[in-house]
């Protein structure tokens, strides 16, 4: 359960929800990351409500991501597009997207997509791979649980990427004639990027990508019992692996140009799980 703040602040996004998508009933929550943001345009009869107008909702600062929720249909399965999302390292609070999260879940989704962009750590999964999450490593010492009362807190990870979805999302991947590749991803607070030195250690650690997001997303969707599944697209390898580094031009254009793999993977996707639902 949330902190009482965040309760009210739920009560009044479903109140707005509920006001412009009257008895709309989301199956599937999708986050999308930095540079996938096509997606939100192939939702059908699409209800557009900016975060600015949802209590609690994160104005994200990335100039990569728009702030808006989007209540419509992809491939004929209700689904709640959250254009944009807030990170930690935007205002140092690892529940930036708490009331989001949460607002999904008493709107009645099951399960949540969450997608990134993300360094590889292997040379041979390139910009523009995306990559099936099958697990994480949080190297920020923080967790979005502190401090909520209860026992709740304690969140049980093991097959928090749920197995079933991840097979789904394989199944899906092979529909869709897209190599998808798999791995462990290690989430840095940001947002300076990682040293060389660090990605080395991650690469010890059993990291194969590293970034920014997702993984306090991945913690409060499984405190409140949704299904997950994620996505990184990879814009770059990570540091010291290059000459020049990563940069946030790099992770918006090679999201930009993978656009239209991450859209067909997703859609793909949503429909396989969606006939499970
Ligand atoms: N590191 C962290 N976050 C990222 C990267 C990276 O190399 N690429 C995209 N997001």
């Known amino acids: 359960m949330a902190f009482a703040d965040e309760q009210n602040q739920i009560s009044a996004c479903l109140n707005v929800i509920n006001a412009r998508a009257p008895g709309f009933l989301p199956k599937i929550g999708i986050v999308l990351g930095s540079g996938l943001g096509d997606l939100a345009r192939e939702v059908v009869s699409p209800v557009r409500i900016a975060f600015s107008e949802l209590p609690g909702f994160p104005i994200p600062s990335a100039s990569s991501h728009a702030g808006e929720l989007i209540l419509g249909w992809l491939a004929e399965v209700p689904v709640a597009v959250f254009a944009g999302r ?30 990134n962009a993300a360094g590889s750590l292997h040379a041979s999964v390139g910009p523009g791979t995306p ?20 026992d709740k807190r304690f969140v049980n990870l093991v097959d928090a990427y749920d197995p079933g979805l991840q097979a789904l999302a394989r199944y899906a991947a092979i529909q869709a004639d897209i190599h998808l590749a798999e791995g462990v991803y290690m ?12 990605i080395r250690f991650a690469r010890l650690a059993g990291a194969d990508a590293v970034g920014m997001s997702t993984v306090p997303e991945v913690i409060m969707a499984r405190a409140e019992g949704m299904k997950v599944a994620a996505f990184s697209l990879i814009t770059n390898l990570a540091a010291g692996m290059t000459k020049q580094g990563p ?10 140009k993978a656009a239209a793999t991450m859209c067909a993977l997703i859609s793909t996707f949503v429909a396989v799980l969606g006939a499970t639902m």
């Open 86 to 115: 807030g990170h930690y390292y935007e205002h140092g609070n690892a529940r930036e997207m708490a009331v989001p999260i949460a607002t999904l879940k008493a709107l009645g989704a099951q399960a949540i997509i969450l997608t």
């Open 131 to 150: 990559m099936l999450i099958t697990d994480h490593i949080a190297f920020t010492g923080v967790n979005p649980m502190i401090g909520v009362p209860g």
């Open 187 to 198: 989430w840095f607070s940001g947002p300076s990027f990682e040293t060389p030195a660090e």
């Open 247 to 256: 940069s946030h031009a790099e992770t918006k254009e090679e999201g930009a």
